[in-house]
């Protein structure tokens, strides 16, 4: 299906420059001179490489259609990970560098989204955020508060992340799997 530059969104599975991407993260740029375009950080679905690209309004890509079956993580044994079909059983391997980072955040029988291109699986779609708790961070420097500035901290999963400076060690911290950033504390 081909689309405008200015539509493609994150998560979109598009052919460019004879290899498929995945828009990792999309940004609407209005310069003052000249006309608008979408700035999108793309990552290369074979080789994992990343590229930023401008699209403007009037350039027009293929926005590849994708096939999605539900899966339950099972295990990950050196370099594969398992995932069980969750309506014939059947079980798949996928390799952990089709994945990237997100492997971080797969949990024991966690529901996930298979992506099928042309009978090739080419990812998995996460949940949108995750709840993980925090095992190591530094603690707060008085008066720091009142900046918006961020610390470094480690969670459960062994995921570095940035977040906010009033989060302490055993706070459990909602994570967004796409870019692998801070989102909010978890209510308890």
Same mark, same amino acid.
């Given at each position: 299906? =081909?689309?405008? #530059?200015?539509? !493609? =969104?994150?998560?979109?599975?598009?052919?460019?420059?004879?290899?498929?991407?995945?828009?990792?993260?999309?940004?609407?740029? =209005?310069?003052?001179?000249? #006309? &608008?375009?979408?700035? $999108?950080?793309?990552?290369?679905?074979?080789?994992?490489? =990343?590229?930023?690209?401008?699209?403007?309004?009037?350039? $027009?890509?293929?926005?590849?259609? !994708?096939?999605?079956?539900?899966?339950?993580?099972?295990?990950?044994?050196?370099?594969?990970?398992?995932?069980?079909?969750?309506?014939?059983?059947?079980? !798949?391997?996928?390799?952990?560098?089709?994945?990237?980072?997100?492997?971080?955040?797969?949990?024991?029988?966690?529901?996930?989204?298979?992506?099928?291109?042309?009978?090739?699986?080419?990812?998995?779609?996460?949940?949108?955020?995750?709840?993980?708790? $925090?095992?190591?961070?530094?603690?707060?420097?008085? #008066?720091?508060?009142?900046?918006?500035?961020?610390?470094? &901290?480690?969670?459960?999963?062994?995921?570095?992340?940035?977040?906010?400076?009033? !989060?302490?060690? #055993?706070?459990? $911290?909602?994570?967004?799997?796409?870019?692998?950033?801070?989102?909010?504390?978890?209510?308890?």
């Amino acid at each position: 299906m =081909k689309i405008n #530059g200015n539509a !493609i =969104k994150p998560g979109n599975i598009i052919e460019h420059q004879n290899a498929q991407w995945r828009a990792i993260k999309c940004m609407a740029v =209005k310069p003052g001179k000249g #006309g &608008a375009f979408n700035q $999108v950080e793309l990552k290369n679905l074979k080789t994992g490489s =990343k590229l930023n690209e401008r699209f403007r309004a009037n350039e $027009v890509v293929e926005k590849l259609s !994708i096939d999605t079956r539900s899966y339950q993580y099972l295990f990950s044994s050196d370099e594969m990970l398992t995932f069980m079909d969750s309506e014939n059983f059947e079980q !798949i391997e996928l390799s952990i560098s089709l994945i990237g980072e997100q492997k971080a955040f797969l949990k024991d029988g966690m529901e996930v989204t298979l992506e099928i291109v042309d009978g090739k699986p080419i990812g998995i779609d996460l949940p949108e955020q995750v709840v993980h708790e $925090v095992i190591e961070t530094e603690l707060v420097v008085k #008066g720091q508060t009142a900046s918006s500035s961020y610390k470094p &901290a480690i969670l459960d999963n062994d995921l570095r992340i940035m977040v906010p400076p009033h !989060i302490t060690v #055993g706070t459990k $911290v909602i994570v967004a799997t796409i870019d692998c950033t801070y989102v909010g504390k978890e209510k308890t």
